[in-house]
């Protein structure tokens, strides 16, 4: 039977090897080491264990993965040829190890038993270093997954392989993000290696300045206490608002009567994008997902569904509904995008193929939710019948519809029937909007846009009239329409 025994030669000091790990490697079985550059290597000669280094795949590859990929490989056909192996690597084989993970998958493809044998880890010396306990919380993160993997500001953070400056500067500046840049962090380097042991505390914002990061570094972030930080943090706050002892006003509030908020909150997003005003959108997206959270929360109180439930649901849904970015990147087709789009979402709500290929595009327009104001229902309902052909062809063809309309709004007033009137009224509305959706633009946006532009004339009119010492009362509509052209040029 072939066999990988799996060893850890610890962080850093020969007295973190332990005896079993030591008796492994001075058996006669071939030592294989991930690398030499760690600090046991001296002993590792004076006790004359013989190996070989896998160190010469770093620098005949061009990734870390590739690295890893040809060790495994080594290893895999080494042992097939061999009866017992050794495979040691710095630290605990289970802790940050890639090439064990790959080595544990291989093996067992390849019908290679295999032993782990526990080490001393670098988080325990760190640990030891900090003089901190574990069991209060702490996350560890790889440098290398910060983005995938970010830290939460209210439990203390170890992140591991900050290995030289460059990493340090981008790890700064995705940290910077999340916690203020004058917090204080701690830099340990060369932890458990007795007399080279060095803990810094700098501010975050000083974290690539440190000439003396190397290999053997990482960085510690303590927690910040009784702080509301990030999206848990936002949850939390909303629990307590919600709690008992929070606040009598949140706690009166029901998903119906938040509606109005929502939607409120919702156009004040649009006009910071209509303003550019950047830092005002920062603020507004944030009441736009406080909404969100509030109705989680009170669906959780009900045991309905929870944030997590809403977060997760639609992450499915992204991936579902994008096959050519998760699923088969090759068969990406621009211009099928949206139908594709069109075919999963129906698919989800349970419609047969049959139905897909003759979908029943009125069913369609029916379900476009009726709280929507009634210019982007009507954009809808033509984008939808557009997706059959039933369209103009180009805006200007639509346009014409617009004279057709208004002649026919005319004809009705002058028959003085109100029921024909309203009707050819919303047919002219109607045919607005399609004018516009053929022009690309989003009638509520630039009907908003028109209304502004009114309201900013009206004001010069009154600035007009306060000039001459009068109100807009004092005018006739002559007068009114000739104040009005007047701001028109002002």
Same mark, same amino acid.
């Given at each position: 039977?072939?066999?990988? *025994?799996?060893?850890? @030669?610890?962080?850093?000091?020969? +007295?973190?090897?332990?005896?079993?790990?030591?008796?492994?490697?001075?058996?006669?079985?071939?030592?294989?080491?991930?690398?030499?550059?760690?600090?046991?290597? *001296?002993?590792?000669?004076?006790?004359?264990?013989?190996?070989?280094?896998?160190?010469?795949?770093?620098?005949?590859?061009?990734?870390?993965?590739?690295?890893?990929?040809?060790?495994?490989?080594?290893?895999?056909?080494?042992?097939?040829?061999?009866?017992?192996?050794?495979?040691?690597?710095?630290?605990?084989?289970?802790? +940050?190890?890639?090439?064990?993970?790959?080595?544990?998958?291989?093996?067992?493809?390849?019908?290679?038993?295999?032993?782990?044998?526990?080490?001393?880890?670098?988080?325990?010396?760190?640990?030891?270093?900090?003089?901190?306990?574990?069991?209060?919380?702490?996350?560890?993160? *790889?440098?290398?997954?910060?983005?995938?993997?970010?830290?939460?500001? =209210?439990?203390?953070?170890?992140?591991?392989?900050?290995?030289?400056?460059?990493?340090?500067?981008? @790890?700064?500046?995705? @940290?910077?993000?999340?916690?203020?840049?004058?917090?204080?962090?701690?830099? @340990?380097?060369?932890?458990?290696?007795?007399?080279?042991?060095?803990?810094?505390?700098?501010?975050?914002?000083e974290l690539d300045r440190i000439d003396d990061i190397n290999h053997l570094t990482s960085l510690f972030i303590p927690a910040e206490i009784d702080v509301y930080q990030g999206f848990q943090g936002t949850v939390e706050l909303m629990k307590a608002l919600r709690a008992k002892e929070g606040c009598s006003w949140d706690r009166s509030q029901s998903h119906e009567s938040l509606r109005s908020y929502l939607l409120e909150e919702s156009y004040e997003v649009l006009e910071a994008i209509d303003n550019q005003d950047w830092d005002n959108l920062a603020e507004e997206l944030g009441d736009v997902l406080f909404q969100i959270v509030?109705?989680?929360?009170?669906?959780?109180?009900?045991?309905?569904?929870?944030?997590?439930?809403?977060?997760?649901?639609?992450?499915?849904?992204?991936? #579902? #509904?994008?096959?050519?970015?998760?699923?088969?990147?090759?068969?990406?087709?621009?211009?099928?995008?949206?139908?594709?789009?069109?075919?999963?979402? #129906?698919?989800?709500?349970?419609?047969?193929?049959?139905?897909?290929?003759?979908? +029943?595009?009125?069913?369609?327009?029916?379900?476009?939710?009726?709280?929507?104001?009634?210019?982007?229902?009507?954009?809808?309902?033509?984008?939808?019948?557009?997706?059959?052909?039933?369209?103009?062809?180009?805006?200007?063809?639509?346009?014409?519809?617009?004279?057709?309309?208004?002649?026919?709004? =005319?004809?009705?007033?002058?028959?003085?029937?109100?029921?024909?009137?309203?009707?050819?009224?919303?047919?002219?509305?109607?045919?607005?909007?399609?004018?516009? #959706?053929?022009?690309?633009?989003?009638?509520?946006?630039?009907?908003?846009?028109?209304?502004?532009?009114?309201?900013?004339?009206?004001?010069?009119?009154?600035?007009?009239?306060?000039?001459?010492?009068?109100?807009?009362?004092?005018?006739?509509?002559?007068?009114?329409?000739?104040?009005?052209?007047?701001?028109?040029?002002?």
């Amino acid at each position: 039977m072939h066999h990988i *025994d799996i060893v850890g @030669l610890g962080p850093g000091s020969p +007295g973190q090897i332990t005896l079993e790990t030591l008796t492994l490697l001075k058996d006669a079985s071939p030592n294989f080491f991930r690398t030499t550059i760690h600090p046991v290597m *001296d002993f590792i000669r004076q006790e004359a264990i013989t190996y070989q280094s896998f160190d010469c795949y770093y620098e005949q590859e061009n990734s870390f993965e590739a690295v890893y990929d040809q060790i495994v490989a080594t290893l895999i056909e080494t042992a097939k040829t061999n009866e017992k192996l050794v495979y040691a690597v710095p630290g605990n084989p289970l802790f +940050g190890e890639k090439t064990v993970e790959k080595l544990i998958v291989a093996a067992k493809a390849a019908g290679i038993s295999y032993r782990i044998y526990p080490g001393v880890s670098f988080v325990d010396v760190t640990l030891n270093s900090l003089e901190a306990d574990p069991i209060n919380g702490l996350k560890i993160i *790889d440098a290398f997954d910060l983005f995938k993997n970010p830290p939460d500001p =209210r439990i203390g953070t170890l992140v591991t392989q900050v290995y030289d400056r460059h990493m340090a500067s981008e @790890l700064k500046l995705q @940290l910077m993000e999340i916690y203020d840049p004058e917090k204080r962090v701690v830099l @340990l380097i060369n932890s458990g290696i007795p007399g080279a042991e060095k803990s810094m505390e700098v501010y975050l914002y000083e974290l690539d300045r440190i000439d003396d990061i190397n290999h053997l570094t990482s960085l510690f972030i303590p927690a910040e206490i009784d702080v509301y930080q990030g999206f848990q943090g936002t949850v939390e706050l909303m629990k307590a608002l919600r709690a008992k002892e929070g606040c009598s006003w949140d706690r009166s509030q029901s998903h119906e009567s938040l509606r109005s908020y929502l939607l409120e909150e919702s156009y004040e997003v649009l006009e910071a994008i209509d303003n550019q005003d950047w830092d005002n959108l920062a603020e507004e997206l944030g009441d736009v997902l406080f909404q969100i959270v509030f109705h989680a929360e009170i669906a959780s109180e009900a045991g309905r569904f929870n944030i997590n439930q809403v977060i997760a649901g639609i992450n499915e849904k992204m991936i #579902r #509904r994008h096959p050519h970015v998760f699923i088969d990147k090759a068969s990406f087709d621009p211009d099928q995008v949206e139908t594709n789009w069109d075919a999963i979402k #129906r698919l989800e709500k349970g419609e047969s193929i049959a139905a897909q290929e003759n979908p +029943g595009l009125a069913s369609e327009m029916k379900k476009i939710p009726k709280a929507l104001p009634a210019l982007m229902e009507a954009y809808k309902v033509q984008k939808k019948a557009a997706k059959v052909g039933f369209d103009w062809p180009e805006p200007t063809a639509a346009l014409e519809k617009i004279d057709e309309e208004t002649l026919e709004l =005319r004809a009705a007033m002058a028959e003085n029937d109100p029921q024909k009137v309203a009707e050819e009224l919303g047919d002219l509305l109607f045919s607005v909007v399609n004018v516009s #959706r053929l022009l690309k633009l989003q009638p509520e946006l630039v009907l908003r846009k028109a209304t502004e532009k009114f309201i900013a004339r009206f004001g010069k009119m009154e600035e007009v009239a306060s000039q001459e010492n009068k109100s807009l009362n004092d005018y006739t509509f002559e007068e009114l329409d000739e104040a009005w052209n007047r701001s028109k040029g002002l």
